[in-house]
């Protein structure tokens, strides 16, 4: 039962060009969502985060789109650059603690 | 130290074999999280220790796996009589607060590889 599901397990960007990066989720009572960002050989790091009473949270060039009625939550990053090359994952919460991650999508930004 | 430390980051051994991986969490964080990623999969929720509650195993894939965490501080997972369908990357978190206030910090990993 995947609960929160990364539908693309790669995706290849020209650099400068925008990533956009998709997770759709299941369970209505996640109230909380977060990209991590994923280098070979190393834990996953904390991107950004996105409250479910938002649609919008931008910082920098990574922005996150939620739509609640479709259950999907979108990464966008602008402009893309080689060092954006990783592995992403999405992750929900549903006011506990206990975080739910998608199977990720590899990212490989091209120079 | 200043991150989460895990060890060992690599471990190899035969089927039927014990590991121990250990996790060392950042100072003063109070909940820790045990994840594995085996491969082509996401981040397999295994096991939740926050404070002194009791943990939550939910996620533990059989009775050969165990974990505690001794003094609030360091994390011990236990892999009894391994299988091949053990090999995974398992991944310790920890954070400052438990629920929905923001980011998990990981550490590196113990590659495990059961022959």
């Known amino acids: 039962d995947q609960q929160v599901k990364q539908n693309s397990p790669s995706l290849s960007v020209q650099e400068g060009r925008i990533s956009i990066l998709n997770c759709d989720y299941t369970?209505?009572?996640?109230?909380?969502f977060l990209w991590y960002k994923k280098y070979p050989a190393e834990g996953p790091t904390f991107l950004i985060s996105?409250?479910?009473?938002?649609d919008k949270n931008e910082d920098g060039r990574f922005t996150v789109f939620l739509n609640k009625s479709a259950k999907h939550l979108s990464l966008h990053i602008v402009p893309s650059q080689p060092g954006d090359s990783a592995v992403y994952f999405c992750?929900?919460?549903?006011?506990?603690?206990?975080?739910?991650f998608g199977t990720g999508t590899r990212l490989k930004v091209l120079a | 130290g200043a991150g989460v430390s895990q060890s060992p980051s690599n471990k190899v051994t035969e089927k039927g074999k014990d590991v121990e991986l250990r996790c060392d969490p950042i100072?003063?964080?109070?909940?820790l999280y045990w994840y594995r990623q085996s491969l082509g999969q996401g981040l397999e929720f295994l096991i939740y220790?926050?404070?002194?509650?009791?943990?939550?195993k939910s996620g533990l894939p059989s009775d050969r796996f165990s974990a505690e965490r001794t003094g609030g501080s360091v994390s011990t997972l236990t892999i009894q009589r391994t299988q091949q369908e053990d090999s995974a990357v398992y991944l310790c978190?920890?954070?400052?607060?438990?629920?929905?206030?923001?980011?998990?910090?990981f550490g590196e990993g113990s590659r495990l590889t059961v022959l």
């Open positions: 992750a929900a919460i549903s006011g506990t603690y206990k975080y739910i």
């Open positions: 978190a920890s954070s400052l607060f438990s629920g929905n206030t923001g980011e998990l910090f």
């Open positions: 100072s003063g964080h109070t909940a």
């Open positions: 996105i409250s479910s009473i938002k």
């Open positions: 369970n209505s009572m996640f109230d909380y």
């Open positions: 220790f926050q404070g002194n509650s009791a943990p939550d």
